[in-house]
């Protein structure tokens, strides 16, 4: 199986990233930004959603119209930078359920450690998107996916604002069958695990704590 990495190259998703990698980016622009491109790749990562038809009326006459098929999506946001992409994913399936997933990494072994994890009980009918902003090592998407995947859920696809290549393979080895969406493919992960040329701690340009 070759995994499949969609680098949503949209001329609006390229510019706004653009302006959210310039260091001098506010916080309040950056926030609104990731919101606006988080919206618009959200578009493309719903793109394959089954339809049903359904009998409904319209004022003038009754007609068979797609409507989505199943259960709501279950988006799933990991902390904390995640919130900033759930934001537009919200204003685009405002009824989409939401789960979250917090990882702090180990300094010791490096790998991740959950400290928190909330999800819907029942996930075996619901589409699920695990959505992180920045995809570096790649370590706490796998850890993600894999921790959601033992809940059987009907599918489940990785949602990011920027990869790395070595966080890509890394996570690929792991969950070649998960599809990663992002809006770029940088060049490489530097010694501190950030994504060059990248845009610096996403989860501190999101809240302003750097
Ligand atoms: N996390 C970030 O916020 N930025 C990176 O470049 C890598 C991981």
Do not use: W
Not at 40 to 53: A, I, N, Q, W
Not at 151 to 165: E, G, M, Q, V
Request: charged share 20%; glycine share 6%; net charge neutral.
């Amino acid at each position: 199986m070759t995994p499949e990495v969609h680098v949503i190259s949209h001329p609006l998703i390229q510019h706004k990233l653009t302006i959210m990698r310039r260091k001098e980016t506010s916080t309040a622009s950056f926030r609104r930004l990731l919101s606006e491109v988080s919206l618009l790749l959200g578009y493309e990562v719903t793109r394959d959603l089954p339809l049903v038809m359904e009998e409904i009326e319209t004022p003038l006459a009754p007609m068979q119209a797609p409507l989505l098929e199943g259960k709501k999506i279950l988006i799933v946001s990991i902390l904390r930078a995640g919130t900033g992409i759930l934001d537009g994913l919200l204003q685009l399936m405002p009824s989409a359920r939401v789960g979250h997933l917090g990882l702090y990494r180990d300094p010791a072994t490096l790998q991740p450690v959950e400290y928190y994890f909330k999800i819907p009980e029942d996930i075996t009918e619901r589409a699920v998107i695990v959505v992180d902003p920045m995809l570096a090592t790649g370590h706490s998407a796998a850890a993600a996916v894999e921790r959601i995947k033992a809940r059987k859920p009907r599918n489940i696809k990785f949602l990011c604002l920027l990869a790395a290549p070595e966080g890509l393979a890394y996570f690929h080895k792991h969950h070649p069958d998960t599809p990663v969406y992002t809006a770029a493919v940088d060049e490489y992960l530097n010694d501190h695990g950030y994504i060059v040329p990248g845009l610096g701690d996403a989860g501190d340009r999101i809240f302003g704590t750097k």
